[in-house]
């Protein structure tokens, strides 16, 4: 049975029956095989056509769905030989699935950590891996950390890109453990081996009340399903999907709520995401700054290859003419390259006032290539940020830059809800539904600017 095939009936039987148990397992074993093609398809099919629409509707009842399934996939009962992670889940007392489930449903309950905060030397924040969460959800557990645990380092654990958004912060150290979105499930699995290594490593030697990990539903733990430590009277794990019910509230907020709930005198009334740039990235967007005698409006119309978000090029044409008409300088992010490149570089073409890369000429229009922290510190310069639903949204939020966000493509409306940026400024958020118009959304727009 092909790898779609198997997804439908994982979709279509009673989670937990013997037929959903051998559809979900024949899965696994197709993802985790030694033929590169099919474990690639079978794995973006468990991504794909499961997990991330479980994941992007925000209903409770999905979340189930994903911890049945996931839990089924992981450990030795029904798993293949190849799976990387079934002897270590066996000796740490997870030999089934059902020991898996049954540790995630109970640590979806928030449980305060009572250790005394003048104790705690290290707190630890896993990455969500994409970069936007990192921002909006980690961020904000950073800067909980900080704020109640005045003696700890806080270690960011997670990949360099993410870890850029708090390099300016002396008191976060960041602990490296890669993830590969892209990557075959074996890959994906290995990187839990490789995280709980390097954290093992750096709380060694620290009293059991010294530290503190908390996971933001991080894709390093399969959204919690792995175990960090050998025990989790150290680990607290923050359900984002189930967490807030059916409310309306975005995950910064939520994200700030639960750490109230679970850290010791907090007061969780104003956290909210920060970002700390390194002062190189910070000293670019001055210098733009101060070159610049017109009001700026940093733009970044990149979608994290989710294409559903983006609207036409017409749309994205006219979007800029709109800025330029308004009296604003345009800096204009080239994106993560190839597509996106390619895309920002034909609405230069376009552009009908004057155009040029970054730092070599004043112009209507300068463009930005190179990380998307470094494009922070433009922004960061800026009187305000357009752009759809991003990783840079979140940034320019975190960075106190007033965000004007056009959000298409969204899975559900609670989707757009929780994922509307926030942060020391204000948000526009301007929903492009299946049947708005584009006239309708650039004349939100010009509204949003015009304030």
């Given at each position: 049975m092909s790898p779609s095939a198997l997804a439908a009936r994982v979709l279509s039987q009673t989670p937990g029956s013997e037929s959903w148990r051998k559809a979900a397992q024949a899965l696994a074993r197709a993802a985790l095989s030694a033929d590169a093609g099919a474990a690639a398809d079978a794995t973006r099919c468990i991504f794909a056509e499961l997990v991330e629409p479980w994941c992007d509707s925000f209903e409770p009842q999905a979340c189930d769905r994903y911890l049945e399934f996931m839990a089924e996939c992981l450990p030795a009962e029904g798993a293949p030989a190849v799976n990387p992670v079934a002897g270590a889940l066996r000796a740490m007392g997870f030999a089934t699935a059902d020991k898996l489930r049954a540790r995630a449903r109970r640590l979806r309950r928030p449980q305060p950590v009572n250790f005394p905060a003048d104790r705690v030397e290290k707190a630890l924040v896993l990455s969500r891996v994409t970069l936007g969460a990192d921002i909006a959800i980690a961020g904000v557990m950073i800067e909980a950390a900080k704020a109640a645990y005045p003696r700890?380092?806080?270690?960011?654990?997670?990949?360099?890109?993410?870890?850029?958004?708090?390099?300016?912060?002396?008191?976060?150290?960041w602990l490296p453990v890669p993830y590969a979105r892209g990557a075959p499930l074996a890959d994906r699995l290995n990187v839990w081996l490789e995280m709980r290594r390097a954290v093992a490593q750096t709380v060694g030697g620290l009293d059991r009340d010294a530290y503190v990990v908390l996971d933001p539903d991080s894709r390093l733990t399969q959204l919690g399903l792995l175990p960090v430590l050998d025990g989790d009277a150290n680990y607290r794990f923050f359900e984002s999907r189930s967490y807030g019910g059916r409310g309306g509230e975005p995950l910064g907020r939520l994200a700030a709520r639960w750490c109230g709930e679970i850290l010791p005198d907090l007061d969780a009334g104003g956290l909210q995401p920060r970002a700390a740039l390194s002062r190189s990235d910070m000293q670019r967007g001055r210098k733009l700054r101060e070159a610049s005698p017109k009001p700026l409006a940093a733009v970044s119309l990149g979608v994290g290859e989710r294409e559903a978000k983006r609207l036409s090029a017409a749309f994205e044409d006219r979007l800029l003419e709109?800025?330029?008409?308004?009296?604003?300088?345009?800096?204009?992010?080239?994106?993560?390259?190839?597509?996106?490149?390619?895309?920002?570089?034909?609405?230069?073409?376009?552009?009908?006032?004057?155009?040029?890369?970054?730092?070599?000429?004043?112009?209507?229009?300068?463009?930005?290539?190179?990380?998307?922290?470094?494009?922070?510190?433009?922004?960061?310069?800026?009187?305000?940020?357009?752009?759809?639903?991003?990783?840079a949204a979140h940034l320019a939020a975190a960075l106190g830059t007033p965000v004007i966000e056009v959000f298409a493509g969204a899975a559900s409306a609670r989707m757009r809800q929780r994922w509307t940026p926030t942060g020391p400024a204000g948000v526009t958020l301007i929903p492009a539904e299946a049947d708005t118009s584009e006239e309708d959304v650039l004349a939100a727009v010009e509204r949003a600017i015009a304030r």
């Amino acid at each position: 049975m092909s790898p779609s095939a198997l997804a439908a009936r994982v979709l279509s039987q009673t989670p937990g029956s013997e037929s959903w148990r051998k559809a979900a397992q024949a899965l696994a074993r197709a993802a985790l095989s030694a033929d590169a093609g099919a474990a690639a398809d079978a794995t973006r099919c468990i991504f794909a056509e499961l997990v991330e629409p479980w994941c992007d509707s925000f209903e409770p009842q999905a979340c189930d769905r994903y911890l049945e399934f996931m839990a089924e996939c992981l450990p030795a009962e029904g798993a293949p030989a190849v799976n990387p992670v079934a002897g270590a889940l066996r000796a740490m007392g997870f030999a089934t699935a059902d020991k898996l489930r049954a540790r995630a449903r109970r640590l979806r309950r928030p449980q305060p950590v009572n250790f005394p905060a003048d104790r705690v030397e290290k707190a630890l924040v896993l990455s969500r891996v994409t970069l936007g969460a990192d921002i909006a959800i980690a961020g904000v557990m950073i800067e909980a950390a900080k704020a109640a645990y005045p003696r700890a380092v806080i270690e960011f654990v997670g990949g360099e890109k993410s870890a850029a958004f708090f390099a300016g912060s002396p008191r976060v150290h960041w602990l490296p453990v890669p993830y590969a979105r892209g990557a075959p499930l074996a890959d994906r699995l290995n990187v839990w081996l490789e995280m709980r290594r390097a954290v093992a490593q750096t709380v060694g030697g620290l009293d059991r009340d010294a530290y503190v990990v908390l996971d933001p539903d991080s894709r390093l733990t399969q959204l919690g399903l792995l175990p960090v430590l050998d025990g989790d009277a150290n680990y607290r794990f923050f359900e984002s999907r189930s967490y807030g019910g059916r409310g309306g509230e975005p995950l910064g907020r939520l994200a700030a709520r639960w750490c109230g709930e679970i850290l010791p005198d907090l007061d969780a009334g104003g956290l909210q995401p920060r970002a700390a740039l390194s002062r190189s990235d910070m000293q670019r967007g001055r210098k733009l700054r101060e070159a610049s005698p017109k009001p700026l409006a940093a733009v970044s119309l990149g979608v994290g290859e989710r294409e559903a978000k983006r609207l036409s090029a017409a749309f994205e044409d006219r979007l800029l003419e709109m800025l330029r008409r308004a009296g604003y300088g345009i800096l204009l992010d080239f994106g993560a390259g190839g597509a996106e490149a390619a895309r920002a570089e034909e609405r230069v073409r376009r552009f009908k006032g004057s155009t040029a890369s970054f730092g070599h000429a004043a112009a209507d229009l300068v463009t930005w290539r190179g990380s998307l922290s470094a494009f922070g510190g433009g922004i960061a310069a800026c009187d305000c940020y357009l752009g759809y639903d991003s990783a840079a949204a979140h940034l320019a939020a975190a960075l106190g830059t007033p965000v004007i966000e056009v959000f298409a493509g969204a899975a559900s409306a609670r989707m757009r809800q929780r994922w509307t940026p926030t942060g020391p400024a204000g948000v526009t958020l301007i929903p492009a539904e299946a049947d708005t118009s584009e006239e309708d959304v650039l004349a939100a727009v010009e509204r949003a600017i015009a304030r």
